[in-house]
């Protein structure tokens, strides 16, 4: 109970839904998951002896944090039984996401499939330092560690990071106009367009799920991804539109009226090096609203 006087906690899981909800979303790379686990911890917050809770921001985050792990480890096995190439549910944002480097590039899905050859612990680690800010004291104090394990595992995930993902500095309006080209070559047939800002050693990964029309792995060369397209591309109007996915430019694929699938694409010195298409249904299901993230101040 509240002690007469004392104002009642405000609820966590409201004024700071954007930070919880990031968090989980990036240990998961899923927005369904992360609605899941934002009503698990806030089923345990609301059990929780709200009075001699200190820092509720601060407690709702570790709360967030070890509700995603566990998710994350049964996520882990049913990866192994997926269909094809698993890539992360893609989400719609607002500019200020752009606007914030750190956390366009950790929310991109170049960084959150980066993120998934980490383990569920190593990752979460490195996101609680990394991009949140958390201290290792802090991050210890959240995983019931060591604070020197805390670090090795953070060395750890770091180092693997940069070895999966160098850091190099890529230009939104590159990958904007990226994206323009292949709406043009896909709507007018200006395929040369599309060509002249592809790498030649591209790389295409298709995430069906089983349920949609995919390839069952990577495939390699401008030439072998451009056939693909041509042989998947659908009888019906196709209509494509640019919006900000995960951050940064990225193209919505209506068939008829009902979204298809998503075309995201990395650019590396002004050239597409891999374009990620997304068509699993049930990834595709959250993207009727624009998603509000945030990083948090860790010591507010």
Do not use: C
């Not at 409201?14 to 686990?37: N, Q």
């Not at 640019?242 to 009226?257: E, F, M, Q, R």
């Amino acid at each position: 109970m509240t002690e007469p006087g004392r104002e009642p906690l405000a609820d966590p899981f409201t004024v700071h839904r954007s930070l919880l909800f990031t968090v989980a979303y990036e240990i998961l790379g899923s927005a369904a998951d992360a609605e899941d686990v934002l009503q698990d911890a806030w089923l345990r917050w609301s059990d929780a002896d709200q009075d001699v809770v200190a820092d509720p921001k601060a407690y709702a985050v570790r709360i967030i944090t070890r509700v995603a792990l566990n998710k994350a480890r049964s996520l882990g096995r049913r990866k192994e039984t997926y269909v094809g190439p698993w890539l992360p549910e893609p989400i719609l944002t607002g500019g200020d996401v752009a606007d914030d480097v750190v956390l366009a590039d950790s929310v991109s899905l170049a960084m959150l499939i980066v993120l998934d050859k980490l383990s569920p612990v190593e990752r979460a680690v490195f996101l609680l330092r990394e991009v949140f800010g958390y201290e290792h004291t802090e991050i210890a104090q959240m995983l019931e560690r060591q604070p020197a394990s805390v670090r090795q595992i953070a060395h750890r995930a770091r180092t693997r990071v940069r070895a999966e993902r160098p850091a190099t500095q890529v230009s939104p309006t590159d990958v904007r106009s990226a994206a323009e080209r292949f709406v043009a070559a896909a709507t007018t047939g200006d395929v040369q367009s599309l060509l002249d800002v592809v790498s030649p050693d591209v790389v295409l990964v298709t995430d069906g799920g089983g349920v949609r029309k995919a390839a069952l792995r990577p495939i390699v060369g401008v030439e072998k991804v451009l056939r693909f397209l041509l042989a998947v591309q659908p009888d019906a109007p196709t209509q494509f539109r640019i919006v900000d996915l995960n951050g940064g430019p990225a193209v919505l694929a209506h068939i008829d009226s009902q979204l298809d699938s998503t075309f995201t694409f990395e650019v590396v010195d002004g050239l597409v090096t891999r374009i990620l298409v997304q068509r699993n249904p049930l990834k595709l299901a959250h993207l009727d609203e624009v998603r509000g993230l945030s990083r948090g101040e860790s010591g507010a």
